[in-house]
């Protein structure tokens, strides 16, 4: 069945409406649409020490469907929406809540939410996947963002500052436990058209599940089989509390952006584990289209057909601590984009990876540095 999503998804991005959901009419006053995102990608490792594809036939390539998302979304009456979202290649649920939307027009507006949904950190992990600025997020955002949780929130946005805060608790897959809280305010000082500053600041505090900890990253390329960097698992660390800093600048067809996190693990009877990572990243458009930027976000906007986007990003992410040592790992990623038209996106990137991690118990360092080749369809509506 997988085999025939491909061409039927080709077919929907020529026959939907190129730049919008599909509406499905009103019902009980709330006007209801259907989304969806379509993802199949390709890998082509230069392994160095693991191997990154790790199948039994020694290939070094992986390809497949990454993500098929679908989601109805209704809207209304009296600021109140709801989303019920799945994603059928991964088999796990996406953003099923219900809020309501109070103030605006001229006045700041308020919403609370209760149900599944992104929680308050991480630029990369807020942004909508149909519009990343890369195949993969940077190994940080993959570590430190919490990603959706089930719980309640309260968010304000005044146009040119705004916060949310918000407690959560496990997902509706049940595979990501820790109750906790997350908050996030971020200000904008420049906010014209074509030119954002955009300065912001999160916290996330959790409780680990049964007092386990395991960090770990892939080394940029979400099919790798293997991890390049691994705490291992830690069985002594009661919470998780991650701080990140955030930083926007967009000046025409230049988009610069950043994130730096810290993370502390509250170990039983042991010193703190420590930890950190972060981005800087730089996106232009030849052809001199901007962003967008609302709600703390910026806003990928494609009229037409053809926008191309040109991008460099450098992450890192250090695991190591005292005599914990999960590795240190480095990257540099060169990309291309291109918008087919409004709702098909094609991606390449260039991964260099530099990575380097003690063996346990016998402190020799193994430096592993593979490079990756990685391609994308995207097709959403």
């Known amino acids: 069945m997988k085999f025939l999503l491909l061409p039927i998804a080709l077919a929907a991005a020529c026959l939907l409406p190129a730049h919008a959901e599909v509406p499905l009419g009103t019902v009980a006053g709330s006007d209801v649409s259907f989304e969806g995102m379509f993802q199949v990608d390709g890998y082509w490792f230069d392994n160095d020490v693991l191997d990154l594809d790790g199948r039994p036939d020694g290939r070094d390539r992986a390809t497949g469907i990454r993500r098929f998302e679908l989601a109805l979304k209704g809207s209304g009456p009296g600021g109140f929406a709801w989303a019920l979202g799945y994603d059928v290649e991964g088999e796990n649920y996406l953003d099923n809540n219900v809020s309501w939307s109070f103030g605006g027009e001229g ?6 939410l209760l149900g599944q949904s992104k929680q308050p950190n991480g630029l990369e992990e807020l942004s909508s996947s149909r519009n990343n600025d890369f195949i993969a997020k940077a190994s940080a955002t993959g570590v430190f963002a919490t990603g959706r949780r089930l719980g309640a929130s309260w968010s304000y946005d005044a146009g040119g500052h705004g916060a949310t805060l918000g407690w959560f608790g496990r997902n509706l897959d049940d595979d990501a436990g820790g109750a906790g809280y997350g908050a996030r305010a ?80 509250d170990r039983i009877g042991h010193g ?53 040592r999960g590795g240190r ?23 260099d990876v530099a990575s380097r991690r003690e063996v346990a118990g016998g402190g020799a360092v193994v430096h592993d540095d593979p ?11």
């Open 371 to 381: 490079s990756i080749v990685e391609a994308r369809v995207q097709l959403h509506w």
């Open 107 to 112: 006045s700041p507006k308020h919403t609370l």
């Open 186 to 265: 971020w200000w904008a000082p420049v906010r014209d058209d074509g030119q954002v500053l955009h300065l912001g600041l999160s916290h996330v505090d959790r409780d680990t599940d049964g007092d386990q900890l395991r960090l770990r990253s892939r080394p940029n390329a979400d099919m790798a089989a293997v991890r390049v960097v691994d705490s291992g698992v830690l069985s002594d660390v009661d919470r998780l509390a991650t701080t990140g800093l955030e930083a926007i600048w967009i000046s025409g067809p230049l988009k610069l952006q950043g994130e730096y996190f810290i993370a502390s693990g």
């Open 272 to 324: 703190n584990y420590d930890t950190q990572g972060g981005y800087a990243s730089a996106l232009w458009t030849p052809g001199g289209a901007t962003w967008g930027y609302r709600g703390g976000l910026p806003r990928t906007t494609v009229e037409g057909a053809g926008l191309w986007q040109l991008g460099l990003r450098y992450d890192q992410l250090d695991l190591d601590d005292g005599s914990l």
């Open 329 to 351: 790992m480095d990257a540099w990623t060169v990309g291309v984009n291109w918008y087919w038209r409004d709702n098909a996106k094609l991606m390449l990137n260039y991964v």
